[in-house]
Nanobody
Framework: VQFVESGGGLVQPGGSLRLSCAAT????????MRWYRQAPGKERELVAD????????NYADAVKGRFTISRDNAKNTVYLQMNSLKPEDTAVYYC???????WGQGTQVTVSS
């Protein structure tokens, strides 16, 4: 099992980023997928999740209305579109399955002017 996250970077408040996570080593289309984030000095937290075919999504209250999770099962990839970014969104972002124990390197998102 391997996850490769990408798409992070430095962005000004109010800006947008689109994160991608390429998954290998398991049957991607048979698993719900999640995006998590971990800010410095804080616990890793769940940001969003998406059902097997993408018909159901859920979001943390802090990102609801600003972030959109999606997936492409043909590409074994899950995405996170992040709009109206705030400084408090600064964190390393990771994807995983609901009970996954293997983590990728994550992608750093920094929101700062």
């Amino acid at each position: 099992v391997q996850f490769v996250e990408s798409g992070g970077g430095l962005v000004q408040p109010g800006g947008s980023l689109r994160l991608s996570c390429a998954a290998t080593g398991f049957s991607f289309s048979n698993y719900e997928m999640r995006w998590y984030r971990q800010a410095p000095g804080k616990e890793r937290e769940l940001v969003a999740d998406i059902s097997l075919r993408g018909g159901r999504t859920n979001y943390a209250d802090a990102v609801k209305g600003r972030f959109t999770i999606s997936r492409d099962n043909a590409k074994n990839t899950v995405y996170l579109q992040m709009n109206s970014l705030k400084p408090e969104d600064t964190a390393v972002y990771y994807c995983n399955t609901p009970f996954g124990r293997t983590w990728g390197q994550g992608t750093q998102v920094t929101v700062s002017s």
